[in-house]
Every structure is written in C-alpha cells, then in structure tokens.
C-alpha cells in the first residue's frame, strides 16, 4: 500500500513531531458515543428524553444533582477509567517513542498517558475527564475524581446516586462540575498553564528545524486550537511539514500544497 509506505517514510525522517489529536482518533481507537454502546448504558436516556448519543445527553438540563451524576458517573467511567487504554494509541506511541515529540489534543479521555506518552509532552487543552472542579470556577483549582465517581458508579440506583455522594465545591460549596471546556467558567488550573508552557516552549524551540506537524482526526468543529495553528507554522517555517490524516472532509489551502499530505484514510487501519 504506497500511503501506508509514504506515511512510514515520512514518519521516520524527522527527529522533532507534533502531534495534534482531535475526536477522530479516539472514534477510530474505539471510542463510540452513541449506537449500541449507549443503548447498552443508557437506555434509560433514549426511552425518557428521546437521547442518543451521550454527548447530546450530556447537556440534559437534569431535575436533580443526583439524577446529573447517575448519568455523568457512569459516562465518566466509561470514557476514562473502565480500560487500560486503547490499542490504536499504544500502536501510536510505539511510532514515535524514540522522536522527539509533543502532543496537544482535544481529546478528554486520557488515552495518551495510559498508551504510555510522558505527561510532560502532553496539553491536554480541553480538559479531563479524570478532573472535577468547581461549577461557579470560585477559585483556580481542579480535583481527581477517580475514587469518588467510582463510588458513584457503585452506588446508583434508579439512574440516581445518593445525596451524600454529590460532589462539593470546598470553598463556596457549590456543586462541582467536569473539568471540559463547554463555556466561560471553565478553569485553567495550575497545571494546564504549565503543559501550555511546555508545548509554547517545544515549538518555539524546533519550529526552525526539520519539523513534522500530525494532525490526526481533527475535524473543523474547532479548528483553531490544532488545524489553522499547524497549518500556519508549517507555511510560516521552512523546515515544516503537515501531514493530515482523517477520513472526513480535508481541505488544504493552495500555499501549503507542497509542503502538506493528506491520507484520506482510516486511522486506525493507517497506523
């Protein structure tokens, strides 16, 4: 298959990789938020309020804080601590473990850390799943959740938790929220100005060097945190180049033509 030779090729020419990881990736590792994966989960969402897929459930304006976290307890676990990390990201550290390489991701879920990705190269820039923080963002701190949703998870009943396990902001004791980028009082703790530091500090660093920006399954739901940025350095330094691989809709401006490849392929079958 020459895309699959090309991409190896490309891959293994350059010391200094960036990579940008958007929804695609984690759909094509095996995440999948709607279908039988949610009818298996909750059911009980598509029969009382016509949901489908538990991202759209997710905004369900709930009656109760208990009813809330019998939903997002359940959601959270599934999507962060229920496996020891997705093949495909494994697979994906196994091609750049010995590079010099930086990650940012939209991608909430945590699979880069338990593929086995060094934290220290990781910004995860929308967020955790893995964090709770306060819902009125009071103060500019985030909390591990693991222990607490896990309690959640095994004491719901009738799709609610108990009163007692509500999570409580410790200073204002309002409730706590996920740590996800969804509006304004989402809080950039301590250590996500860091990682942004870090990933400001890597590309200052190589960007003049023979550098490869790969973006894999970014959509254009939020182009301007991954896609435009790499597309812009890569115009902007000689010694850059952009490899895109998604298999939606791609569209490369003419200035980039030659410094840019494009796999219109299936991550998960590409890598």
């Known amino acids: 298959m020459i895309y ?47 949901y489908k897929d538990m991202y759209s459930a997710g905004f369900h304006h709930f009656n109760t804080l208990e009813e809330k976290w019998g939903y997002w307890a359940k959601m959270i676990y599934l999507n962060r601590y229920c496996d020891d990390g997705k093949d495909l990201y494994k697979r994906l550290f196994n091609l750049v473990r010995n590079k010099n390489y930086f990650v940012i991701t939209t991608n909430v879920d945590h699979q880069f850390q338990k593929a086995g990705f060094d934290k220290k190269r990781l910004f995860y820039m929308q967020g955790d799943y893995g964090l709770f923080q306060c819902s009125k963002a009071c103060h500019n701190k985030t909390y591990d959740n693991k222990d607490l949703i896990i309690k959640m998870v095994n004491n719901t009943n009738d799709n609610k938790i108990p009163t007692s396990l509500v999570p409580r902001c410790p200073i204002c004791h309002a409730p706590m929220t996920s740590n996800l980028r969804c509006d304004e009082l989402f809080v950039e703790d301590e250590g996500w100005h860091q990682a942004l530091q870090r990933y400001i500090n890597f590309i200052n660093s190589y960007k003049d060097e023979k550098i490869l920006y790969l973006e894999l399954g970014v959509g254009f739901s939020t182009p301007v945190w991954i896609k435009y940025p790499f597309m812009k350095l890569t115009y902007e330094h000689q010694n850059a180049r952009y490899v895109c691989v998604d298999n939606g809709y791609i569209e490369i401006p003419k200035e980039l033509k030659n410094k840019c490849i494009v796999f219109k392929e299936d991550i998960n079958k590409l890598i």
């Open 4 to 50: 699959l030779e090309n991409i190896k090729e490309i891959i293994n020419s350059y010391d200094n990789i960036v990579i940008g990881a958007g929804a695609g990736l984690s759909n094509a590792a095996g995440f999948h938020y709607d279908g039988k994966t949610f009818m298996d989960n909750f059911k009980y969402m598509y029969d009382l309020y016509g």
